[in-house]
């Protein structure tokens, strides 16, 4: 078992910028690929970005490339997802989740409870 615990979701404007983090606890963080996917209000969850085992590969999706960038720190066992520049439709619940490989469609076997990031106009 991999347990994921969010933290850093919030209230921002427009343009402004959050910091999400995930940690992880159980079995080894590093044999994971990480990601974050999100679930705006009414939709569907949709991936956003993911980070491969060692951090050398990172997979974004066209909503959020440019704007949004996912860390890894495998001594802390944290997976992060810097976000920029945001806005309104960002606003979603945003989830963490560890999977065996970066593939797409990203399909984590492990979930964090989610964080809610409110992004107002």
């Known amino acids: 078992q991999v347990q994921l615990v969010e933290s850093g979701g919030g209230l921002v404007q427009a343009g402004g910028s959050l910091r999400l983090s995930c940690a992880a606890s159980?079995?080894?963080?590093?044999?994971?690929?990480m990601g974050w996917l999100r679930q705006p209000p009414g939709k569907e969850r949709e991936f956003v970005a993911a980070i491969s085992r060692s951090g050398g590969s990172t997979l974004y999706s066209e909503s959020v490339k440019g704007r949004f960038t996912i860390s890894r720190d495998n001594a802390k066992n944290t997976v992060y997802l810097q976000m920029n520049l945001l806005k309104p439709e960002d606003t979603a619940v945003y989830y963490c989740?560890?999977?065996?490989?970066?593939?797409?469609?990203?399909?984590?076997?492990?979930w964090g409870q989610g964080t809610q990031v409110t992004v107002s106009s």
């Open positions: 159980g079995r080894t963080f590093n044999n994971y690929a």
């Open positions: 989740g560890a999977a065996v490989s970066t593939n797409l469609p990203f399909s984590p076997g492990f």
